[in-house]
């Protein structure tokens, strides 16, 4: 059992409206975990540290013992699922932004005239070394 520290797990801190925010997890052929979400402040990953002053999109690998192997900070907003390509070569990574994911601009789906404010929605491939 892994638990998430509060800046990881808080949901009720940050979430856009009309979205339930959640993380996603997926697991590989020698039983290491990748899992996605969204943080904010300082968190220990037990292996990796990760800091921001306002929510980020992250991805974690951790071993089959549960240690941390590396995380990642992509940018505003939350990764929802996280998938191995079949080959497992690729890591896929995808959710909601409100700014820029990987350096790359995320467009909102907002529909002021409506009173709709939605975030857009993002895909990110990650290529994956031995």
Sequence with gaps: ????????????????????????LTTDSKDCAYITGHFHGTVDLQGASLSSPSPQVFVAKYSPSGACLGALAMGSGCG????LSPDETALYVNGWAEGRIMGTVIPSQDDPRNGILRPGAFLVKLKLTK
Excluded: H, K
Aim: hydrophobic share 35%.
């Design 1 to 24: 059992i892994r638990y998430f520290p509060p800046a990881v797990a808080d949901y009720n801190n940050y979430a856009p409206l009309n979205r339930t925010p959640r993380m996603g």
């Design 80 to 83: 929802v699922t996280v998938r």
